[in-house]
């Protein structure tokens, strides 16, 4: 539960998304489709620079793009991104200089 809340926090600071206290993978899915959907009516080029500075493949992004439910896709997309980059900060993540042996006097 706590990583989706993680989760949501993040979303909702780097998209601009007001989330609900009371948070639900759902939830965060479908207010990052209705994003979707506002950035590419605004404008696509705009939207593609946010999907590369995400890091989501090109390929995936193609292979969504003229589905129905593109927005839903591509929402998970970025929803799965973001729980991929907060596990990967987690596991570099440099302990505390106070707590190094090697760093004491």
Known sequence: ???LQETAVAIQD???IEMP???SEETILKKLAEKVVALIEEGPDHFVQLMYRLDISE???HGVLG???FAEQ???LIFDRQIQKMKSREMFKAPPVDNDP????
Do not use: N, Q, S
Not at 102 to 105: A, F, G, M, R, T
């Open 74 to 76: 591509i929402a998970r």
């Open 21 to 23: 206290e009371l948070i």
């Open 102 to 105: 090697d760093l004491k006097w």
């Open 1 to 3: 539960m706590l990583e």
């Open 59 to 61: 390929k995936k992004l």
């Open 14 to 16: 780097e998209w601009g």
């Open 67 to 69: 589905e129905e439910d």
